[in-house]
């Protein structure tokens, strides 16, 4: 398959309807962190089941389609690097790791970032120096410092806890609520995992974490510990 192709795919699938829902929930007004963002209509499920379908478009192609001014181009085209990352060698999984990072600009929305980060920069440096982690903590841009929490995810799940720590308190201060979201729901992961570590973490940090944050880390606490740490603040 080829760009072309896959537009007119799509194109098939689309409906206005869903569209116009999309642009709202997903803030694309002005002054919203997705304003300008465009949309065709199309379910996450229905990408999933095309990324199956066109898992073998080249790497050029699907670079292509992560370029595009539709949404949901932009999705299929980050689960089509999904899956070839999953199926490359270790200089594939390279220039995979490579592609996306150059294309960042395009990674642009949290779903986009959340859906790839993990399963592609988050594996490539798995056993490799992270450094690269706290390059994207420090950028201007609100989407590659997303990328750089979302991509411990796949550490925690190994009860490998510290970048994601590390990261998470580089981010504290950070202005924007989807990075409090995003730092949130990382910390309520590894408390899932070891609610030891991430209660040292809250008892060090909690007072000087944003309201938004903290509320996500805590999500599943029982009432009373939830309340001794909204009360610490």
Do not use: C
Not at 193 to 202: A, D, S, V, Y
């Amino acid at each position: 398959m080829n760009v072309k192709e896959i537009t007119q795919e799509l194109i098939q699938k689309s409906d206005p309807g869903i569209a116009e829902t999309s642009a709202r929930f997903f803030k694309t007004g002005p002054g919203e962190y997705g304003e300008g963002d465009q949309f065709r209509g199309i379910r996450v499920p229905v990408l999933r089941k095309l990324a199956r379908n066109f898992r073998k478009t080249p790497l050029g192609e699907v670079e292509k389609l992560l370029r595009s001014q539709y949404h949901e181009d932009r999705l299929l085209a980050l689960f089509l690097l999904i899956n070839h990352y999953s199926a490359a060698d270790e200089t594939g999984k390279k220039n995979i790791y490579n592609l996306y990072l150059n294309n960042t600009r395009y990674i642009n929305n949290w779903d986009l970032v959340d859906s790839s980060a993990g399963q592609i920069v988050g594996m490539f440096l798995r056993d490799k120096d992270r450094t690269k982690l706290y390059e994207l903590a420090d950028s201007p841009d609100l989407w590659e410092r997303r990328i750089s929490i979302m991509a411990t995810f796949p550490y925690i799940r190994e009860n490998d806890f510290q970048d994601t720590l590390k990261i998470s308190k580089k981010l504290l201060t950070d202005g924007h609520d989807l990075i409090h979201k995003g730092v949130g729901w990382m910390l309520r992961e590894t408390g899932n995992r070891n609610m030891e570590t991430e209660e040292e973490f809250l008892m060090k940090h909690s007072r000087e974490m944003p309201r938004v944050m903290l509320r996500y880390a805590i999500e599943k606490f029982p009432e009373e510990k939830r309340q001794f740490y909204l009360n610490r603040m």
